[in-house]
């Protein structure tokens, strides 16, 4: 089946290589000159014979919408566009909706797998009419992982789903995370357990907790043994935030996922102000040395 695939970064670069491995003929668009086929959306759609299937793999929020934007004006009914980058759910309808007006179809698909889906495929999640998953089954079918389908694709509800069940996944990764690096971080300042690395690294087999995660833990110790060289400082890229605002939105109680987000924002404090708040409200109340800032004393004198 033909594609066009706009998009070439970390991740539509490697979804083109799996899906041409596959037997599918990609064309790619990308800004960037070194990694795209074509020079153009135009030339894109051009180079794609009716009825055409357009997956978009950039940034979400501006740079999706814009794009989908200009591919309504240059595709025709009975097209096909996919957005299959982490858009917020709630952008799916209003892009859906002005595609249909063309008579062109829309998919939001959430994609898992990171970096390492050439290899092992992407876990896939679909909103959307079920004639246009239909259309896209070649598709979705080279990119996931072999085996069955329902293990590593589900069409998950009408237009949003798709997003809306990735959302749901990057906050349980966010909660997950969190976990085994809360864990690491109590094995590293125990007195009892010398061997950090060694320690979690039994953990792969056998234990209750052994996961993909795990695995990818393991590996980052392997070439830095106590994590030194980096900063613990962890951006976040919008479906933490979402999905906490869902349990909001439905009142379900998330407090793993909304602990894990909020220690991102605290990974990004030099110094807390809300922790000065309170350690100068117990000073206050009960008398409590307080450390005093110092320009170049670390934590400061006590008083
Ligand atoms: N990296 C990851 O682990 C995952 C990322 N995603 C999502 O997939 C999408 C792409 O992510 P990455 O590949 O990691 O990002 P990236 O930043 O590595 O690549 C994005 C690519 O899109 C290109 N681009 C940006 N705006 C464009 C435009 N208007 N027209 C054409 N090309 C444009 C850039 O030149 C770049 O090559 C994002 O929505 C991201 O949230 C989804 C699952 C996993
Ligand atoms: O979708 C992903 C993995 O499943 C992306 O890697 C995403 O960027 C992770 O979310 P965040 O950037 O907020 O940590």
Known sequence: MQLGLIGLGKM???MRERLRKAGHEVVGYDRNPDVTDVASLADLVGALAAPRTVW???PA??????TVEELRELL???DLVIDGGNSRFTDDSANSASLAEKGIGYLDCGVSGGVWGLEVGYGLMVGGEHKWVEQAMPIF???RPEGPREEGFAHAGPVGAGHFSKMVHNGIEYGLMQAYAEGFELLEASELVT???ATIKAWQRGTVVRSWLLDLLVRALDSDPELDDLRGYVEDSGEGRWTVEE????SVPAPVISAALFAR?????DDSPAMRAVAALRNQFGGHAVHMAGPSSGGGSTH
């Open 12 to 14: 539509g670069f490697n």
């Open 56 to 58: 978009i793999m950039v």
């Open 61 to 66: 929020g501006d740079p999706t919408r814009q």
């Open 76 to 78: 025709s009914e009975g």
């Open 141 to 143: 079918d080279a990119l």
């Open 195 to 197: 061997d950090v690395p």
């Open 247 to 250: 349990a909001i939105n439905h």
């Open 265 to 269: 924002f605290a990974s990004r404090q």
